[in-house]
C-alpha cells in the first residue's frame, strides 16, 4: 500500500501556504523549484492584502482572481511534487 502525504494550500495570516492535518508545513522542507516557491508565498501574501486594506470583505474581482491564482498554484504544486503526495485547494468554494 503507498501513503501519499496528503497537502492543502490555503491561506492564513503570516503562515506559508501548504498545510497538512498536523499544521503548516514549512516550504523549504519541500523539493520545491525556487519559483513555485515564491509564487506560493505571493499568493498567500496577496490573501493579507485583500483582507487587510479596509478589514472588510475585499473586492470581488480582486478576489476571483486570487483563488484561480490559488487553483493554478495547487496544480503546479502537485505536478511538482508528484504522485507521492495529494494536495487540495481549500478555497475552491471561493469565487
Known amino acids: 500500500m503507498v501513503c501519499r502525504m ?3 494550500v490555503m491561506a492564513d495570516w503570516n503562515a506559508d501556504p501548504v498545510w497538512t492535518k498536523q ?3 514549512d516550504l523549504e ?3 520545491l523549484s525556487p519559483r ?3 509564487d506560493l508565498l505571493a499568493w498567500a501574501r496577496r490573501w493579507e492584502e485583500l ?3 479596509t478589514r472588510t ?3 470581488q474581482d480582486s478576489y476571483s482572481d486570487w483563488v484561480s491564482s490559488g487553483r493554478r498554484l495547487s ?3 502537485q505536478l511538482e511534487l508528484g ?3 495529494d494536495v487540495e485547494y481549500a478555497h475552491d468554494h471561493e469565487g
Open 36 to 38: 513555485l516557491t515564491a
Open 6 to 8: 496528503e497537502l492543502t
Open 29 to 31: 522542507t519541500l523539493p
Open 51 to 53: 483582507h487587510d486594506r
Open 83 to 85: 504522485p507521492a503526495y
Open 75 to 77: 496544480r503546479d504544486l
Open 23 to 25: 499544521g503548516m508545513v
Open 57 to 59: 470583505a475585499p473586492q
